[in-house]
């Protein structure tokens, strides 16, 4: 081997050294530096290794030394605690498989050193969550993309679950064509929304199969400059269930205040509470979801307008318990 490549060589192995050995509180000697280097077969000088460490740092690297911790390489692309975050996300992820899952994850921790890895491998081992089983969706969700900045449309076969857990095409399985302009992240799904000849649909993309870009450009622009907003469609969809959008006056317990904020954000009004109780008027899409999600309170949230919403909120309500009775 030439010098110079060896050189060249002797950098970059003392790189991936530092990038698995060290990290934030963790960092090695000159002398294990150079006990790894002998392992590689690479015999050097603590003169020469002093040279690659600066050269680390003329490249941009944060190599730090101290007399109590040795060497570590400080400035890494992620910290340890965003790359918890990812996997978190990653692993919490309805729409990506548990086999996607294991790929990204064990990528995320090519990231981090040695130490950090095992505490991310625990942090997995710790969650069980429903995850889709389709293997696909990152690639789709790709095609997507690239579909919506080139200006074309896509087309897919779409499908449903029945109760054998058998797939269930839609449209007797024909292919959906449609002009996509956003993907939505709810409720730990991916969604798609698309303009179909004449509105805007949406489609949860674990159930899109069969996807392909196609050379017709997107319909829609016009529609999608004056009506269309990402963010206003998944407020009015509530939970992906569309329905009526309505202006619905809620009465609540002063505890809960958390709760409407979270869910309809920062600009959602609160009257000042009286004996307790506060009181505010959202828009929701009317639907199951909605009820659902009021009903999780028990006596502690009420609608209290309109008065067809808040009927049609208890015959909801006494379907449901009718219900348990037959049982």
């Not at 490249?59 to 570590?72: E, K, L, M, P, Q």
């Not at 390489?73 to 498989?97: G, H, W």
């Not at 921790?109 to 995850?131: D, G, I, M, N």
């Not at 509105?199 to 199969?209: A, G, L, Y």
Request: with cysteine; hydrophobic share 40%.
């Amino acid at each position: 081997m030439a010098r110079g490549t060896d050189q060249k060589q002797k950098t970059l192995l003392l790189l991936t050294f530092l990038w698995k050995k060290t990290d934030e509180t963790h960092g090695v000697t000159m002398e294990q530096m150079l006990a790894f280097l002998s392992q590689k077969g690479i015999s050097a000088e603590r003169k020469s290794v002093y040279g690659d460490l600066q050269a680390l740092r003329d490249a941009g690297f944060s190599v730090t030394y101290s007399r109590t911790d040795g060497y570590r390489l400080t400035n890494r692309l992620f910290s340890p605690a965003e790359i918890r975050l990812f996997v978190d996300a990653v692993q919490s992820s309805k729409f990506i498989s548990e086999k996607t899952s294991g790929k990204l994850i064990q990528k995320l921790e090519q990231l981090s050193s040695e130490r950090e890895t095992a505490s991310l491998q625990h942090a997995v081992l710790l969650r069980e969550r429903v995850k889709t089983e389709n293997e696909s969706v990152l690639q789709t969700v790709d095609t997507i993309r690239r579909a919506m900045t080139d200006n074309k449309q896509i087309s897919f076969r779409y499908f449903d679950w029945d109760v054998k857990k058998k797939k269930q095409y839609k449209h007797d399985g024909a292919r959906y064509r449609v002009s996509p302009w956003a993907l939505i992240w709810e409720d730990e799904n991916y969604y798609l929304v698309a303009y179909d000849g004449a509105i805007f649909k949406h489609f949860r993309v674990d159930k899109m199969e069969a996807l392909l870009p196609e050379k017709q450009p997107r319909e829609g622009h016009e529609e999608a400059k004056g009506r269309f907003n990402a963010a206003r469609y998944a407020r009015k969809f509530f939970g992906m269930y569309g329905g009526e959008t309505k202006y619905i006056k809620l009465r609540f317990c002063e505890e809960l205040s958390g709760v409407l904020v979270d869910r309809f954000g920062q600009s959602v009004v609160l009257a000042p509470p009286i004996n307790g109780w506060s009181e505010t008027v959202v828009t929701a899409a009317v639907s199951p979801v909605f009820f659902a999600w009021v009903m999780q309170f028990g006596t502690r949230m009420q609608i209290v307008l309109p008065q067809d919403v808040r009927r049609d909120f208890y015959d909801f309500v006494r379907q449901i318990a009718q219900g348990e009775e037959e049982k």
